[in-house]
């Protein structure tokens, strides 16, 4: 049995998504720069796409600006409230993701800004009671923290963190890419400066994402080179990523509330066997807090096959993950469980959930960990 259990790393594309984009590569081919037939009609295709994205998530299409990814956006909001907007404050948190977090650093050993840690509780949710400290304490303020964590899934409260920056006078830049397309966003009523997000994660292609920059924040083009994406990233642009991104997005939000059910229903089920199955089991985040309902990190107890579990779950057809997908392969730990204290003796496993993933493959996943460690 093949199971997929690391859907926060990357989630299987949508086959509505691969044969729109098929089709797009064999007859779509313009430059949308060009102003002939083929060049206007892909210059059509994008501008589609933008209007529906922005439909989706309630803002104007000119405040939607295509990306690489997540990891761009990010790049581009921190880095452009510094040098554009006047940023000298930077507010985040340790937990954060590293397309933030490595930006933030760069920016401080160049001596462009001072940064801020917020206290983080041991379930992952921040101290918003620190946050509004410190926004009182500093100007020219910009708030970076990521909508829902990609290794334990803990989730701030959106809502709450945008009114404190607007209240204020704060920049507040939001990576949402683990949450975009998998929870309703409605950008006329939460005030956010700057938002992330990147297709793959729900279900759309790899390489293409975008940035959400509110009306009012005017900042200078991020890419030079071209007029691309109304002057603000100059290349070519991915007219078949794009167009698979916002089919993608488009077909997430048709089954929203009903995969987010099935989904979370999936994740407690999971939790409930792991607990009755293995003594001394426990689950890094916010498991029944406000938590990403396709997360669940489990942290097991200490064992002589610590070392082995991913391997062993492989062998045995199972994906999942040791914590973020961005470091797995090195040998370095997690800083999420490391800034959350979590004992080191004790092996953590993510295992993150799609709309693909059934029940059954819960209880196979369940049978393969007892027989690691209930001898």
């Known amino acids: 049995m093949k199971v997929y259990f690391d859907n926060a790393a990357t989630t299987p594309m949508n086959l509505e998504v691969v044969d729109l984009m098929a089709n797009m590569m064999r007859e779509d081919y313009g430059n949308p720069s ?36 997540g990891t761009e956006a990010d790049n581009m909001a ?23 977090s490595h930006t933030i650093e760069d920016l401080e050993k160049a001596g462009l800004i001072e940064s801020h840690m917020l206290n983080i509780h041991p379930n992952g949710q ?5 946050l509004e400290e410190l926004l009182k304490t500093h100007s020219n303020v910009l708030v970076c923290l990521m909508h829902a964590n990609n290794e334990i899934g803990s989730m701030i ?65 991020y890419l030079t080179g071209g007029s691309q994406e109304r002057n603000m990233r100059g290349g070519t642009e ?14 997430s939000y048709t089954n929203l509330e009903a995969d987010k059910l ?4 999936l994740r407690k089920y999971m939790a409930e066997e792991l607990t009755k199955t293995i003594p001394g089991i426990l689950f890094n985040g916010d498991l029944d807090g406000r938590s990403l309902y396709t997360v669940l990190n489990v942290n097991f107890p200490p064992s002589p096959i610590s070392e082995m579990i991913l391997f062993k779950l492989d062998i045995a057809g199972i994906a999942a993950s040791g914590g973020s997908a ?21 092996p953590s496993v993510r295992f ?18 007892k027989e690691m460690f209930v001898s």
Request: proline share 2%; aromatic share 6%; net charge positive.
């Open 326 to 346: 961005c470091t797995s392969g090195t040998d370095v730990g997690s800083h999420v469980l490391t800034a959350l204290k979590v004992d080191p003796n004790r």
């Open 126 to 130: 921040i101290d918003t009671q620190h």
């Open 238 to 251: 991915n007219v078949y990523g794009i167009v698979g991104l916002a089919k993608a997005l488009e077909i």
């Open 157 to 221: 409260d959106i809502d709450h963190v945008a009114q404190l920056c607007k209240a204020n006078n704060a920049l507040f830049q939001c990576d949402t890419v683990q949450t975009m397309g998998h929870y309703a966003f409605d950008l006329s009523k939460t005030y956010i400066s700057f938002l992330a997000a990147s297709a793959h994660k729900f279900n759309g292609p790899k390489g293409v994402g975008f940035i959400y920059i509110n009306h009012e924040t005017k900042i200078t083009p």
């Open 262 to 265: 099935r989904i979370d229903i």
């Open 352 to 369: 993150s959930f799609g709309i693909q993933n059934t029940k059954e493959e819960v209880d196979y996943v369940v049978g393969k960990l």
């Open 34 to 69: 060009s102003i002939h037939a083929q060049g206007r009609l892909a210059r059509t295709k994008i501008e589609e796409a933008r209007k529906k994205i922005a439909l989706l998530i309630n803002c104007a299409p000119g405040e939607i600006f295509f990306t690489s990814g």
């Open 78 to 100: 921190i880095r452009k409230s510094v040098s554009d907007l006047g940023v000298k404050h930077i507010i985040s948190s340790a937990i954060e993701h590293h397309a933030v």
